[in-house]
């Protein structure tokens, strides 16, 4: 696809700065995805009729005119859109537009279509075709652009949990030092977050309906009553990998719509979170940041190398939550069989997803750039001799000691303790001598329980 845009003059950035980033996107939520959508439900619904022996009025298609189909569907190009919307400029009715373009103009040579021309947009209102596309548009983009490029964030965030498993890192828990764990822990708990968010996203079925003006086959009924139009355009649905909704008003309710927008918002909090504790880590000098040739950190300190991506990251997951949860507040609400507020609000949906794809891209262009600092995380953790309090007062408990908690807490708490004053308290527990000798052997980085091992499983 081309544009004309220049994109120094797009209102939206999605269309401006990344146009580039959302190339995956476009076919599916552009406006010309949109309309190439529709046509293909109302051909599926044609080649449908044509198919049932109780639709006597529609013969068969032949083998040409049903290759014909599907060249109008996999060629459907931007002149075609643009002719659609050169009808939609007179009929002021987008769906009613590409059925004229369609009977007149795309098939209008095609005698066989001519001779069934009327039963293209059959029985149907506009939201049957509206509601049908815009649930291809969300699956596909779904399987096809988003969760590849979420796996590659997932995949990376695996990748840092086994290579960093074994680097001891002192917690922080209320911004105060805790019990250690590892760097590649700390990876991997992003990583099973982010893998069940996954199955949540990809588990969302996607709705469909096909039922007339207002949910009833008012339509269908009046010109074939002998139809079984519910068990027949269930199968039409069923028949483009949809789930078909069998109670609905004029809409589709946008419940399934709303689960999936649910389930990504999810996944971008989590990511969120994930990018705020890399800020931070990069802040502490956890991580070093690779450099790229020719960027620049900042316009006048020369040393510095900025955490951009993990910030521009957390931006556009905000912008698409703000706007998903709207849509999922909004979308299943309809005033008693229909009205309109839904219809602008569906024409940002690729708004919402591209600002979330846009994140993922950031996201996974900063973690490519992450490097471990070993020797800062060492001088951090060797630093926290006060973290092995915990340790000595749970063997104590094991051993009867009476108010052991209390008695670390007075050596410890609030204030640093070195290696020798809590040595010399161990020394003088009366505790089997293995014990002792493991607690005298232990360090801050060597006290990380199974950290390691639950790092390298994920």
């Known amino acids: 696809m081309s544009s004309q845009l220049n994109t120094l003059l797009a209102l939206s950035p999605l269309d401006g700065r990344y146009a580039g980033k959302l190339d995956a996107l476009r076919p599916h939520f552009s406006e010309f995805g949109l309309i190439r959508n529709r046509v293909r439900v109302e051909i599926e619904w044609l080649k449908a009729l044509a198919a049932s022996p109780e639709i006597p009025e529609v013969v068969p298609f032949s083998a040409a005119t049903l290759a014909d189909f599907e060249r109008a569907v996999a060629d459907f190009s931007e002149a075609d859109g643009e002719a659609i ?26 005698p066989e279509v001519t001779k069934a021309a009327e039963f293209i947009h059959f029985a149907c209102t506009s939201e049957d075709i509206n509601n049908t596309s815009h649930a291809l548009m969300l699956q596909e983009s779904r399987d096809q652009a988003y969760l590849p490029q979420f796996d590659k964030v997932v995949e990376r965030f695996v990748q840092l949990a086994h290579e960093l498993a074994d680097v001891p890192m002192l917690s922080r828990t209320h911004g105060q030092p805790a019990s250690p764990t ?42 074939y009553p002998e139809v079984d139009w519910a068990a027949f355009n269930q199968k039409f649905i069923e028949s483009m990998g949809l789930v078909f ?48 040739d020719g960027e620049v950190g900042s316009s006048t300190m020369p040393h510095k190398v900025n955490p951009i991506d993990f910030e521009n990251a957390e931006g556009n997951f905000g912008v698409s939550n ?19 507020t839904d219809s602008t609000v569906l024409r940002n949906m690729g708004v919402a997803i591209g600002h979330s794809l846009l994140g993922l891209d950031s996201c996974l262009r900063g973690l490519g750039k992450l490097e471990a600092n070993p020797a800062a995380l060492a001088a951090d953790i060797d630093n926290a001799w006060e973290v092995l309090a915990e340790p000595i007062q749970t063997v104590m408990r094991r051993y009867g000691f009476e108010n052991p908690y209390d008695q670390l807490k007075k050596m410890t708490r609030g204030a640093g303790i070195s290696k020798e004053a809590l040595q010399e308290f161990v020394t003088g527990l009366e505790i089997p001598p293995a014990d002792k000798a493991r607690l005298l052997a232990m360090t801050p980085a060597s006290y990380i329980g199974a950290a390691a091992e639950l790092a390298k499983k994920i």
């Open 85 to 110: 919307k050169q009808i939609e400029a007179k009929t002021n009715h987008d769906v009613k537009a590409m059925e004229y373009w369609m009977k007149e103009q795309r098939f209008g040579a095609n």
């Open 322 to 340: 703000s706007l998903l949860r709207h849509f999922s507040e909004k979308l299943p609400i309809s005033r008693m069989q229909r009205d309109l």
């Open 182 to 223: 590892t760097m590649g822990k700390e990876m991997a708990n992003i990583a099973y977050r982010l893998k069940r968010a996954r199955k949540a996203i990809a588990a969302v079925e996607m709705t469909a309906k096909f039922n007339g003006a207002v949910g009833n086959y008012n339509a269908h009924l009046s010109a």
């Open 245 to 292: 909704n069998p109670y609905t008003i004029q809409i589709e309710p946008h419940d399934s719509m709303a689960e999936l927008f649910d389930a990504v918002a999810r996944a971008n909090t989590m990511l969120i979170d994930a990018c705020r504790d890399l800020w931070m880590y990069i802040s502490l000098g956890f991580f070093k940041q690779r450099l790229k």
